[in-house]
C-alpha cells in the first residue's frame, strides 16, 4: 500500500434521499445496475413508500414510485 497526496475528491452525486424527495407518484427512474435500482428500493420501503421496479430491456432497470 503507498500514500498518494493531493488526489481530488471527485465530486458527489445526487443522494438517493435527494432524489426520493423530488419523486411524485408515478414517477420513475432509471438505475444503470441492479445494485442502484436495488438500493433506490430499499430507501423508498424505508421511508414506507410503495413502489415497483422492473428491468428494462439492455438498458438497466427501472423504479416506479407508486404512492
Known amino acids: 500500500m503507498q500514500i498518494e497526496k493531493n ?3 471527485p465530486p458527489a452525486g ?4 435527494e432524489i426520493i424527495n423530488e419523486m411524485e407518484i408515478g414517477d420513475s ?5 441492479y445494485e442502484q435500482a436495488m438500493s ?3 430507501a423508498l ?3 414506507g413508500l410503495k413502489y415497483t421496479t422492473r428491468k ?6 427501472r423504479v416506479w414510485r407508486l404512492e
Open 45 to 47: 420501503r424505508y421511508r
Open 29 to 33: 427512474v432509471l438505475c444503470e445496475t
Open 56 to 61: 428494462m430491456d439492455g438498458n438497466g432497470w
Open 14 to 17: 445526487r443522494s438517493k434521499i
Open 40 to 42: 433506490l428500493r430499499d
Open 7 to 9: 488526489i481530488p475528491v
